[in-house]
């Protein structure tokens, strides 16, 4: 059985990216994948404090003890998706404090294993001004460090919360869910 990290970045309650996070978790579910799905807005995690205590404490962060069961659902993944919304050319802050917990593996000598990052991103601007670009740096960055595959579906022009509801991506997410579950 597939085992699958899913982190959410989205506030908006109806958001496009949550949409597709929906579409991903119950397609892989159904197929009989282990999905664990964590909402990087509720968490409220601070950014890394770069103490290098990383596990030594009994937490896989010695502040945010919120990260433990990212990491314990991360380190027994074997895909970790990102769905987040573009603000600002970037992600949105809490999805990128919850990967600078990731530092935490790289400090403790953690076994991650082989991976996929799947990013589905969403953005209101359009995809002709490449404002994806600041994710898929950011993640694309991540897979080569630790030497997994990376992967990317995004849609722009999603200004409209539900607007996603009316393009291609529902079949578009469930097919990868497919291929990952």
């Not at 085992?3 to 929906?22: F, H, Q």
């Not at 769905?83 to 593996?105: C, E, I, R, T, W």
């Not at 694309?140 to 393009?167: D, F, V």
Request: proline share 3%.
């Amino acid at each position: 059985m597939s085992k699958i990290t899913v982190i959410t970045a989205s506030p908006r309650k109806d958001g496009n990216s949550n949409y597709m996070a929906k579409w991903f978790a119950e397609e892989a579910e159904r197929l009989g994948a282990d999905v664990k799905i964590f909402d990087a807005v509720k968490l409220q995690l601070d950014g890394c404090h770069a103490c290098n205590t990383c596990y030594k404490t009994g937490h896989a962060c010695t502040f945010e003890h919120g990260f433990d069961p990212i990491a314990e659902s991360v380190l027994a993944s074997d895909t970790i998706v990102f769905v987040v919304p573009v603000y600002y050319f970037a992600m949105p802050g809490q999805v990128k404090n919850v990967l600078d917990h990731f530092y935490s593996f790289i400090v403790s000598g953690k076994e991650l294993g082989k991976k996929t990052i799947l990013a589905l991103c969403t953005s209101g601007q359009g995809v002709e001004t490449d404002v994806f670009e600041g994710v898929r740096v950011i993640l694309k960055k991540t897979a080569e460090y630790n030497s997994w595959a990376y992967e990317e579906l995004s849609y722009g022009n999603m200004n409209e919360p539900g607007a996603i509801t009316r393009t291609d991506a529902e079949q578009k997410v469930k097919v990868l869910a497919q291929r990952f579950a």
